[in-house]
């Protein structure tokens, strides 16, 4: 694990960090931030990418900090959607295929996680 600038992981996020986060999960991570794995982010040709841990981001800026524990792991914009979805459907209960189908249609990407 590493300490990571927050903005340097937030500088190249191809999503609107903002556009789906919950506010009182947000609340509930700044209360309890140290509690919590490190966010996952991959490093890929174009930057770091965020895959897990927007939630835990936003609650970390809202306490002031500037860096937070990350999970650093390499490999390439198909890799880091791949993780994300599968990510995201552990949490949701659904197949990955579904919410990478949904990640792909909401923030413009193609099947190999490149923007549209």
């Known amino acids: 694990m590493t300490r990571l600038a927050i903005a340097d992981i937030l500088v190249t996020a191809s999503v609107d960090a903002q556009g789906h986060l919950d506010p009182a999960r947000v609340d ?20 770091l990418l965020l895959v897990d841990g927007y939630h835990r981001v936003a609650a970390a800026l809202r306490e002031g900090r500037e860096t937070i524990e990350a999970e650093v792991r390499p490999g390439s914009r198909a890799e880091a959607l791949d993780y994300a979805a599968a990510v995201g459907a552990r949490q949701r209960g659904l197949p990955p295929e579904e919410v990478k189908d949904r990640i792909i249609r909401l923030y413009g990407f193609d099947s190999t996680g490149r923007e549209r």
């Open 28 to 47: 509930f991570y700044r209360r309890t931030i140290d509690r919590f794995p490190p966010v996952v982010t991959f490093a890929t040709e174009n930057g």
